[in-house]
């Protein structure tokens, strides 16, 4: 590979696509597990609760960024975008439903076609 490694690439040269599949997959568990906290009305939206969910975040970044190297980055890029169009017809849907069957006030899904 030419020119400089980028840190996820490092990451990956260093400790092994396996293990780092393997992190990845342990800091989605702790991200989930703050974020369950947080969801958690007993538990509340504490300074540290808040904290520890945008710790875990800026792990799982860091992570997707490996993950991006060793699966296809094209292709989850591909399939991301596919995701984001059902996920905005569905968010048009709801728009709709909750304006009465009305798109008037909804002129980024009225533009869509949707």
């Known amino acids: ?5 980028t840190l996820a690439e490092q990451a990956i040269d260093c400790f ?9 997959a342990e800091e989605c568990l702790e991200l989930a597990a703050s974020l369950l906290k947080l969801a958690d009305k007993a538990n509340g939206h504490s300074d540290e609760n808040i904290n520890k969910a ?3 975040i800026a792990d799982v ?3 997707i960024e490996q993950l991006e190297n060793i699966f296809c980055a094209q292709k989850i890029a591909s399939v991301k975008n596919q995701k984001e169009v059902r996920l905005f017809e569905t968010i048009c849907k709801c728009r709709y439903e909750r304006n009465a069957g009305g798109l008037a006030n909804i002129p980024s899904c009225k533009a869509s076609g949707i």
């Open 1 to 5: 590979m030419a020119g400089r490694l």
């Open 16 to 24: 092994g696509s396996e293990n780092q599949t393997r992190k990845a």
């Open 54 to 56: 945008i710790e875990e």
């Open 61 to 63: 970044k860091i992570c």
